[in-house]
């Protein structure tokens, strides 16, 4: 199951990156994040749960 | 499928034997090149005046009675990523302008000191991250993509433009273009190939190495480019040389005329002498997870101030690519490097395992895509090319071995596929040679045995047979 990022979350995030031109979507941005973070925890079984 | 113009070794003999020359080089490049611009965009710079000022320095020299090195006068095509003074760099972007170098990269010092001739700069995919490299076409059907993000060095060399072109590859840039073009192509060793003055995209992952036309013409450039001697194992033989075969998961499934070609590439391996055997790799299950976990983090490095002051300028899945690298946590790319690590110590270890020097792939799961509808579909599921075309090819980056693609036969459509060879690390020479021995099973070594028609001009003006 992907890590949840709402939207709020996405725009603060890019908001902390300095990523405030309005061609950034924060609803995009959290879709893309929750898919990168599920193919990153899917490295579980080939180096281990991450500890951090 | 083999590229249309001649290779080194054939050039080399015309301009020694004074049966051409290389201003006669630089005219039929030049006339050949505006003919096609407007149908396939090989290149995005060419300056007439200074080819045809290096060209007659060339022979100034030759007629002087010495030679640089092994390219001399042969003309070389540059990705538009890699600097060369006087030219603008433009990275397939608008985030760059039309100031020229103040300075060649090393590649392209390397390759003037070997006498090359710089005919030019090749179409780029944008910031040299992705599989279609417009406004370039395929050669075979310009309504297919050349694949990228070399694509326009491939299609300068699949043409007969020019018989070898520098490329980058960080996932497959190299190998994909050259796979669909109908060429041959070297991702080098990782790190034997400097890229000092070329364009980053994920510094772990990038490499700059040669498309030929033929599979010594990748060699002969890689001695330019590396210091290395691989041109001497071209030719040798492969009696006994074991190869595992690899085509599970990510590897397959792949289109059935691919299946077809690889099979009887594998089988002329074999009635050389060649002992192929399965080798299985389950850890590359997980290399798109590893290659777009480290890519992310090292692109936003490069780009993080465009990211932040020019993103409208960046095409959207690049511009969202990079931005994640500036908003995931850096345990990422700490996790995805690990990975990379554990990726290519389970290879070397299948190696060991198999007692194989080198491995072998379909380069490609699929011929060219249409720009109309860049998708594939195998066994009944839908992949976008971005995907399918690395699945096959980033494995090699992970591990920074060697990965040499050779043309060996075509779809139904006639679409160029390729044949890939994998060796361990710093044996370019191994996968060259074992190409080498396919290429000239299959009928390709003198780069003369290609479909598109343009070395024929070249011959009856040369004379050559």
Same mark, same amino acid.
């Given at each position: 199951v992907a890590e949840s990022i709402p939207p709020a979350r996405a725009a603060l995030l890019l908001a902390d990156a300095g990523l405030v031109d309005p061609v950034y979507d924060p609803d995009a941005v959290a879709r893309d994040l929750e898919a990168r973070l599920d193919l990153d925890r899917s490295l579980d079984a080939l180096i281990g749960a991450d500890d951090a | 499928v083999s590229p249309a113009g001649p290779g080194v070794a054939r050039l080399s003999a015309l301009l020694a034997s004074r049966q051409t020359s290389s201003r006669e080089l630089a005219e039929d490049f030049l006339r050949r090149e505006a003919r096609e611009r407007s149908r396939l965009h090989a290149f995005v710079v060419v300056d007439a005046d200074d080819v045809l000022a290096q060209a007659d320095a060339a022979d100034a020299e030759r007629q002087r009675g010495s030679t640089r090195g092994p390219l001399h006068g042969i003309l070389v095509g540059i990705k538009d990523i890699v600097d060369v003074r006087g030219y603008p760099t433009r990275n397939g972007s608008p985030l760059y302008g039309h100031t020229?170098?103040?300075?060649?990269?090393?590649?392209?010092?390397?390759?003037?000191?070997?006498?090359?001739?710089?005919?030019?700069?090749?179409?780029?995919?944008?910031? #040299?991250?992705?599989?279609?490299?417009?406004? #370039?076409?395929?050669?075979?059907?310009?309504?297919?993509?050349?694949?990228?993000?070399? &694509? +326009?060095?491939?299609?300068?060399?699949?043409? =007969?433009?020019?018989?070898?072109?520098?490329?980058?590859?960080?996932? +497959?840039?190299?190998?994909?273009?050259? #796979?669909?073009? +109908?060429?041959?192509?070297?991702?080098? %060793?990782?790190?034997?190939?400097?890229?000092?003055?070329?364009?980053?995209?994920?510094?772990?992952? !990038?490499?700059? =190495?040669?498309? &030929?036309?033929?599979?010594?013409?990748?060699?002969?450039?890689?001695?330019?480019?590396?210091? %290395?001697?691989?041109?001497?194992?071209? +030719? &040798?033989?492969? !009696? &006994?040389?074991?190869?595992?075969?690899?085509?599970?998961?990510?590897?397959?499934?792949?289109?059935?005329?691919?299946?077809?070609?690889?099979?009887?590439?594998?089988?002329?391996?074999? =009635?050389?002498?060649?002992?192929?055997?399965?080798?299985?790799?389950?850890?590359?299950?997980?290399?798109?997870?590893?290659?777009?976990?480290?890519?992310?983090?090292?692109?936003?490095?490069?780009?993080?101030?465009?990211?932040?002051?020019? /993103?409208?300028?960046?095409?959207?899945?690049? @511009?969202?690519?990079?931005?994640?690298?500036?908003?995931? /946590?850096?345990?990422?790319?700490? @996790?995805?490097?690990?990975?990379?690590? #554990?990726?290519?110590?389970?290879?070397?270890?299948?190696?060991?395992?198999a007692g194989v020097a080198t491995l072998a792939t379909p380069t490609l799961p699929a011929t060219a895509a249409t720009l109309e509808h860049p998708y594939h579909t195998i066994d009944g599921t839908t992949e976008h090319i971005g995907l399918a075309y690395v699945r096959t090819t980033a494995a090699f980056n992970l591990s920074g071995q060697p990965a040499l693609t050779v043309p060996c036969g075509s779809d139904p459509h006639g679409l160029p596929i390729g044949f890939q060879i994998v060796a361990r690390r710093g044996d370019d020479g191994v996968a060259l040679r074992i190409g080498a021995a396919l290429e000239a099973g299959l009928g390709g070594s003198d780069g003369l045995g290609g479909t598109l028609g343009a070395h024929r001009d070249h011959d009856e003006r040369t004379g050559a047979a």
């Open positions: - | 020229p170098a103040d300075a060649d990269a090393e590649v392209v010092v390397r390759l003037r000191r070997s006498g090359a001739i710089i005919a030019g700069k090749t179409t780029t995919h944008e910031l #040299a991250c992705g599989v279609v490299s417009a406004p #370039a076409r395929n050669p075979h059907d310009p309504t297919r993509v050349p694949g990228g993000s070399s &694509g +326009g060095s491939a299609v300068a060399v699949a043409t =007969g433009l020019v018989p070898i072109a520098i490329g980058s590859d960080t996932g +497959g840039s190299i190998r994909i273009p050259a #796979a669909l073009c +109908g060429t041959a192509g070297l991702k080098p %060793t990782f790190g034997i190939v400097p890229t000092t003055g070329a364009l980053a995209l994920s510094p772990s992952l !990038d490499h700059l =190495g040669p498309l &030929g036309a033929t599979v010594a013409d990748c060699a002969v450039a890689l001695d330019v480019l590396a210091g %290395t001697a691989t041109r001497d194992h071209v +030719g &040798g033989s492969v !009696d &006994g040389l074991r190869v595992g075969i690899l085509t599970h998961a990510p590897i397959g499934p792949v289109e059935p005329a691919v299946a077809e070609a690889f099979a009887c590439g594998v089988e002329l391996l074999r =009635g050389l002498g060649i002992v192929c055997v399965d080798v299985t790799v389950p850890e590359l299950t997980h290399v798109i997870a590893a290659e777009f976990g480290i890519i992310p983090h090292e692109a936003a490095a490069v780009h993080a101030r465009a990211l932040r002051e020019r /993103p409208a300028d960046i095409d959207a899945p690049i @511009r969202t690519l990079a931005a994640a690298g500036l908003l995931l /946590p850096a345990r990422v790319h700490r @996790r995805a490097l690990a990975a990379r690590d #554990a990726i290519g110590a389970a290879i070397h270890r299948a190696m060991d395992h």
